[in-house]
């Protein structure tokens, strides 16, 4: 499977950004950064993806490094709703993902 | 926007016995995946499905099954079940390629 590293817990502030950090330095040219999420009892939601560029869309911005040895989810102002686990996955030639241990947000009120 | 729907959402079975879950991907999308979460765990890829062919596999049991069909909508079939097959078990689906994959609600299956 595709390793990345990201660490267990961070917390954050309500109404501050939050920057998640994940390390994939074992990824090939190929490979796309994709972050998902999975708030308490639902099923994961894909936030956004990126190659080399850096991505924004409604709901975040991904941050990839010149070398793309790893990557940064930002969540520019942090609400109770983003309480949720954060998966960074490294999409290989297949189409499947696979979820690694993903970084726990506790957002504080 | 129509998502990815799954039933039955919750099921109990006993050991031994078989399920069917089913899984019905948003329109247009050609692919499909199952995905297992157990307790207190991360979700784990099981298997795959691009255009009713199988396209990848994972970690899915022997006793597991799981089929395309023409309307895109997948089965996944669930044999001698055990206590350790009590989990979420998720489908997604997604265009064929790089894309992001949308995920269903969950069936919640207890074994006892």
């Known amino acids: 499977d595709a390793k990345t590293t990201q660490p267990n817990s961070m917390e954050s502030n309500e109404e501050e950004p939050v920057h998640l950090p994940c390390n994939h330095s074992t990824i090939s040219g190929t490979d796309y950064i994709h972050w998902y999420r999975q708030l308490p009892s639902q099923g994961p939601e894909y936030v956004i993806h990126g190659l080399t560029s850096n991505v924004n869309n409604r709901m975040a911005s991904l941050a990839i490094a010149e070398d793309r040895k790893s990557s940064t989810l930002i969540l520019h102002r942090a609400t109770l709703r983003d309480a949720a686990v954060y998966y960074c996955?490294?999409?290989?030639?297949?189409?499947?993902?696979?979820f690694g241990t993903g970084t726990r947000l506790t957002v504080i009120p | 926007a129509a998502g990815v729907i799954q039933s039955p959402r919750h099921l109990i079975k006993e050991k031994r016995e078989t399920a069917t879950l089913k899984c019905y991907p948003i329109?247009?999308?050609?692919?499909v995946y199952w995905y297992q979460q157990g307790p207190g765990q991360d979700p784990q890829f099981l298997i795959s499905?691009?255009?009713?062919?199988?396209?990848d596999k994972g970690s899915i049991p022997d006793r597991f099954s799981a089929q395309q069909f023409s309307d895109y909508h997948s089965e996944l079939n669930m044999s001698s079940l055990e206590l350790g097959d009590s989990a979420l078990y998720f489908c997604?689906?997604?265009?064929?390629?790089?894309?992001?994959?949308?995920f269903g609600p969950g069936t919640r299956l207890t074994v006892t």
């Open positions: 997604a689906s997604s265009l064929d390629g790089p894309y992001e994959q949308y």
């Open positions: 499905f691009y255009e009713k062919m199988q396209s």
């Open positions: 329109p247009r999308h050609d692919t």
């Open positions: 996955i490294r999409k290989t030639g297949a189409n499947n993902l696979f």
